[in-house]
Structures are given as C-alpha cells and as structure tokens.
C-alpha cells in the first residue's frame, strides 16, 4: 500500500494545506470508509448521491487518520490533523492514484469483458503468484473508485500486478486504462451487459477496446478470437502497429487453440495447443478454459514456465458467488449469483448440465441493465432452455416472467413456476435437501440471489 510522508502526498496532488501537524509524517494507506480507517491512515471523504463523507471526519480520526483530504467548499475542516485541501476528493484519489502508478516498478496486466474478467483476473494472479510477488484487484474493485483504491493498495514490492477493469458507458475504460497503464491487455469477451447504457453490441465491443489506448508502447494485447465482434472492432479500432495481438478460442485460426475441455466436480481439463499432459484447472465451467488460455498468454509473455502455469490453475483463490458448489442435504447447489447476463446464465447452465443428476432444477432471476429490449432477450433465455435437461424452472423477477413466457411456450414436461419473493422461494426449496439433484442459482447481483443460497443452507446446518 501507498506509503509516503504527508509532504510528499500534497506534491503529488499539487494541493495546498492546513498545517494542524506534521507534514513530514507518513500515512499509511488510503481508505475511504470512515469505519474502516485504521492508524496512519489518509482519510478520503468521498461525496457521493446520497451520502457525503465529510460528514464522518470525526470518526475517521477517532480511528486513527493522520491526515485527510477535504474539498475546498466543505464548510468546517478538523483541527486535529493535517488537511490537503483539493477541489473534488474523488479526482484527487484519482489523480493520487496514477502519480503513485508511476511511481512503481512491476509490470501490470489490465482486464477486461463483459463476462469472465473476475475469473481470469483470479487465475492469472494465482499462476503469476508462482514467479513473482503478485497482487490483483480484491472483490470487485473496478469501477472509477475501485480502481484507484486498487492501485493504492499495491505494496512498493510488487513485481506483477492484475488489474480488473469494468465499464458501463464509452470513455470510461479509456480514463481507467489511462490510469492503470497495462503492459498487457485483456479482453476475455463481449456481450450484452450494459447494453441499455451502449445500445448496440458493437458500441459494447467498441468500448472494450478502449483497453488499447492506455497500453505500453511495445505492449501485449489479448483477445477472444471467436467473437466477430471483438474482430471487427479490432480493425476498425487502428492499433499502432507497435503493440503486439494474439488471440484465443477454439477456433482454428486462433494464436492459442483451446481443445479437449472435460467437465469434473473438482475442475476441468482442457489443452492449449496440444500442450500434453491436459491441464487442470480449480473451476467448474468449460467457459472457464477460454479465461485460462487467456491467463496462460499473459503469462506466457511475462516469462512463467509451464510448470509454475499448471500450479497456478491448480490452486485458485477465488472471488466469491461464481460457480460455486455448495452442498445442501443430498442437493448439490451450484451457485452462480453474482451477476448475470444471456451469455453467462447459458454458460452456468451449460455446467450443470455436464453434472450427472437425474433431476435438475433452474432457479432464473433478472438479468439487469438489457436495455429496451430486455422483455425479448429474457423471453429468449426462456426459449433456450429447451435445449438442456431440466426438471424444474423456477424464476424471480419482474422481467424474469419473461423468463417464465418463453419457458412455458417452449418446454414440455418442466414444471415452470414463477415467484414473487425470495421468502416463498425458500420455502418451496427447502425439501430439496432429501432429495438427489442439482440447483443452478442464477441471476443479477441486485437480486440478491445468494440470499436464497445462504437461507437454505443456514437453515440445514441449524
């Protein structure tokens, strides 16, 4: 994390001060969470919609903060530490957060898609973990604030950092990557998330390529070949000739060919290349092989051997609420409730239908930020589900009745069942437990589906 004197962090930020301490004392990492702040801390009151953290200040220093940042029209600063007085606390953790980038030796891989990033993000750490001193992105820090915060939290010693960076409208990952300033660059894939914000598709992938433009000058890009539309944008997008490209998928034309993916309960295995014996890799999901190939580029590139590679897919740390397996009595759960999307609810059921359960049960939530046409691309979810084994299919959501429509008109012989809240859902899955099968829990993070998950196995371990 960012260690420096007082002195030195209002140089960096070019800001005036009042001098209530010692400026050449040093702080301790960043936080913005007053109840969080712990000694020698800078304290960044963040203004936000509907809250202001200049109102906390107090508590901040009471926790230990040797200094805050404060803006200028903030009535009343404290007395009782060192205040660098800026014009807008968010741009100025921003602006702190990329002279400290600057200030680091390490070599930085940024990524990126619509579906993916957090896995891929999770199993390039583990497999540069092997080779060098690594940090990555905690949880799902990758917005305007969470990845200055990210930056910040990096410690003078790292020798390879991964960066996960999201987006929801166009420029927004140009000032990101600006920031960052990968060597290498990712784009695990493009699909319909934020479309209501984008548009189109190819307003999406355009925006993924936004990437490129904060990349090194002899720097490492990397992406889904199978994806037309990552192709397409790619030409259009007139990438200096000095930053290299290489692709991944299954297809034949691609860099890096993916082949022989098997599904087990402890991972999959799958080749790159024909590389023999398969590799292994600590996650459910055939997707999850394309987001390894991804990592094994990178990785590749900044000189890890195979071996470390194999012992990197092998133990991964994980982000929490993707394809995770949760036994509930004789159910086995597969919860995957932190975020949804066409693309990744097809991907979860592909998995569980690589499960060998006689009777399998789909519980569908709302995939949010679709856009105008939210209404068909759930119907159509519901349309696709004709092509998997499925006994049961119970959604949850104002839009997943549409999930519901497209099911009904579709399926035969699924019992199809749409619920109002998630207290009547529990209920109706409790007696699950006794019973031989397999759950998909799948939906958008702001429905909360892991409350559900949480609920039935709480209960069964009381």
């Known amino acids: 994390m960012i260690i420096r004197s007082i002195d030195a962090i209002i140089r960096m930020l070019d800001a005036d001060y009042i001098e209530n301490g010692n ?75 990329k002279e400290y980038r600057k200030q680091l030796s390490m070599k930085v891989v940024g990524i990126t898609g619509s579906n993916g990033k957090t896995s891929t993000k999770d199993i390039l750490a583990s497999v540069l973990k092997q080779h060098y001193i690594t940090q990555k992105t905690m949880g799902n820090y990758n917005n305007e604030i969470g990845v200055p915060l990210t930056l910040l939290s990096l410690n003078e010693n790292v020798e390879a950092a991964v960066i996960e960076m999201g987006m929801e409208n166009l420029k927004e990952l140009s000032f990101l990557t600006n920031m960052v300033k990968p060597d290498i660059a990712i784009i695990s894939n493009v699909g319909t998330a934020h479309l209501e914000n984008l548009g189109t598709m190819e ?85 999850q092989a394309f987001n390894a190939t991804a990592a094994y580029v990178a990785a590749i590139a900044l000189g890890v051997n195979d071996e470390e590679i194999r012992a990197g897919f092998e133990n991964i740390e994980k982000t929490g609420l993707r394809n995770e397996l949760v036994d509930f009595g004789h159910c086995l759960i597969l919860n995957d409730s932190y975020k949804s999307n066409p693309q990744s609810a097809l991907a979860a059921l592909d998995t569980m239908e690589e499960f060998d359960y006689d009777y399998k049960i789909a519980v569908l939530g709302d995939m949010l930020e679709l856009g105008q046409t939210s209404d068909m691309i759930h119907y159509s979810l519901g349309k696709d589900l004709a092509k998997y084994h499925l006994n ?69 371990e009381d």
């Open 23 to 97: 400026i050449e004392e040093k702080i301790n990492g960043v936080c913005i969470d007053s109840r969080k702040v712990v000694e020698g801390n800078l304290y960044i009151p963040i203004r936000g919609e509907n809250n202001n953290g200049h109102y906390y200040v107090k508590q901040a220093i009471a926790n230990g903060a040797k200094a805050v940042l404060w803006e200028k029209k903030e009535l009343n600063p404290p007395t009782e530490v060192v205040v660098i007085l800026v014009e807008d606390t968010t741009k100025a953790l921003q602006e702190l957060a």
């Open 203 to 287: 307003n999406i992938a355009k925006a993924k390529l936004e990437i490129v433009e904060g990349l090194s000058e002899n720097g490492l890009f990397i992406y889904n070949g199978d994806q037309k539309l990552i192709r397409d944008a790619v030409v259009q997008a007139n990438i200096p000739g000095s930053i290299k490209i290489k692709t991944f998928g299954i297809e034949k034309e691609n860099d890096y060919k993916i082949a022989s993916i098997i599904q087990k309960r402890d991972g999959i295995k799958f080749s790159i290349n024909q590389n023999l014996p398969l590799y292994k890799l600590d996650m459910i999901g055939k997707h």
């Open 392 to 460: 049961e299919v119970l959604t949850i959501g104002d839009m997943a009745r549409y999930i519901t429509q497209g099911a009904f008109n579709n399926l035969e012989n699924v019992h199809i069942q749409h619920f109002q809240d998630k207290e009547s859902l529990v209920d109706y899955l409790r007696p699950y437990s006794k019973k031989e099968c397999m759950l998909l829990v799948k939906g958008s993070r702001g429905m909360k589906l892991d409350e559900v998950v949480n609920e039935l196995v709480r209960e069964k």
